[in-house]
Nanobody
């Protein structure tokens, strides 16, 4: 059974940093692209980042230059380093597993991810 345990969410002031982690189990972690998706209150899910099996990262313009995704295949762990946080980054952040057979071809389409964690809350506020 696929399982994700996310950690690292917290309340932080604007301009601050946080590091999210996701411990994955129940599947061959190294064989799948992995990512982060967030959802703010009253809004739909928003793609944050994806890293492929070759360690190549992808970001939307909203976080590019501020967030860094990484993976440790030996530990089955996915990380997200978030810097220069702004209030608009406030959301529940989910660790997600990519479905390589998905009908949805774009990493930015959150419907392509077929397994999600429970989420970790990030709040950016002064």
């Amino acid at each position: 059974q696929r399982q994700f345990v996310e950690s690292g969410g917290a309340m932080v002031q604007p301009g601050g940093s946080l590091r999210l982690s996701c411990a994955a189990s129940g599947f061959m972690f190294s064989e799948y692209d992995m990512g982060w998706v967030r959802q703010a209150p009253g809004k739909g899910p928003e793609w944050v980042s994806t890293i492929n099996t070759g360690d190549i990262p992808y970001y939307p313009t909203s976080v590019k230059g501020r967030f860094i995704i990484s993976r440790d295949n030996a530990k089955n762990t996915l990380n997200l380093q978030m810097n220069s946080l702004i209030p608009e980054d406030t959301a529940l952040y989910y660790c997600v597993k990519d479905n390589p057979l998905s009908y949805y071809s774009d990493y930015a389409d959150t419907r392509r991810y077929d397994a999600w964690g429970q989420g970790t809350q990030v709040t950016v506020s002064s």
